[in-house]
């Protein structure tokens, strides 16, 4: 086991479209949805040791230890393979919280797939991809590392093929909890299972759109905005809107006008993982 401190992405996601297709008796959701990857996202500096114990840096105000994703990943490796390393781990967070762009989830898949390497534990992908669906259902398509169709509640993974455009990403100065949205009575449940194929030659939408609008006037009054220069919509529940663009330089100039009531990014969508490039690099 390497003693050296490493650095990983934690990549952002868009959801390209997001249908939601039934609701399972537990509560849970059946979904189709387009996962790209970002290249931008958290920054986790990892620190592998042999005292057993992980430890994460800053605390993140609010959230116990315990209920840290990436302390729960690191906790469900050791007990998968009965792994006595520990590790501290320091996160640089630049994702909003609450901005649908699976900043935790990625957080917890970083974990995953870095721990796997510095402890040496040597779970596949397969494996650690189904290890990851405890801990919540985005967090699989985060340990593939590749563009996904995504169906079940977020488990099935198909990979796929998205153009790597660029995006302007912007959010309003609220937090959206999904569990508010997914458990809302008029969420649309009902949207008919289509292929791929299919659902590529339509009109990209979100289903969780119309009541985030409706809930949350800031995140109605942002998409307005930015429908003034580009199609728009949502990225998961929210709260971050984007609109896709050719070129990086257009993209920018819309930013250049990013009202001050708006915070955002310009980042490029890439099909492969920044995450998956960083472990292959490990690996040579």
């Not at 189709?32 to 605390?59: E, H």
């Amino acid at each position: 086991m390497t003693k050296d401190s490493s650095v990983w992405p934690s990549p952002a996601k868009l959801n390209l479209f997001l249908y939601i297709t039934g609701q399972r008796e537990n509560g849970y959701h059946d979904l189709q949805t387009l996962f790209q990857f970002l290249d931008y996202g958290d920054t986790l500096t990892i620190s592998p040791n042999q005292t057993g114990k992980v430890t994460i840096s800053p605390a993140i105000g609010g959230v116990a230890v315990k209920n840290n994703l990436i302390y729960r990943a690191a906790m469900v490796l050791q007990d998968k393979t009965g792994s006595t390393n520990g590790a501290h781990i320091h996160i640089d967070k630049i994702l909003p919280m609450g901005g649908g762009l699976g900043g935790g989830s990625s957080n917890a898949a970083t974990t995953l797939i870095a721990l796997n390497y510095l402890w040496n534990t040597r779970l596949t992908t397969d494996e650690l991809v189904r290890l990851s669906v405890t801990l919540g259902a985005d967090v699989p398509v985060f340990v593939l590392g590749v563009t996904a169709f995504a169906e079940g509640i977020g488990e099935l993974l198909q990979p796929a093929y998205a153009k790597e455009k660029w995006y302007i990403v912007v959010k309003p100065d609220v937090t959206i909890e999904t569990a508010k949205i997914f458990k809302h009575p008029n969420l649309t449940r009902n949207t008919s299972k289509r292929s791929l194929n299919v659902l590529l030659t339509k009109k990209h939408e979100n289903d969780c759109e119309k009541i985030v609008r409706e809930l949350f006037p800031e995140v109605d009054k942002a998409i307005l905005w930015l429908l003034e220069y580009a199609p728009s919509r949502l990225t998961g529940t929210g709260a971050c809107i984007f609109a896709e663009f050719q070129y990086e330089a257009v993209a920018h100039s819309i930013l250049d006008k990013l009202p001050d009531w708006l915070s955002g990014f310009v980042a490029r969508g890439v099909n492969t993982s920044p995450l998956v490039i960083t472990l292959n690099k490990q690996l040579q």
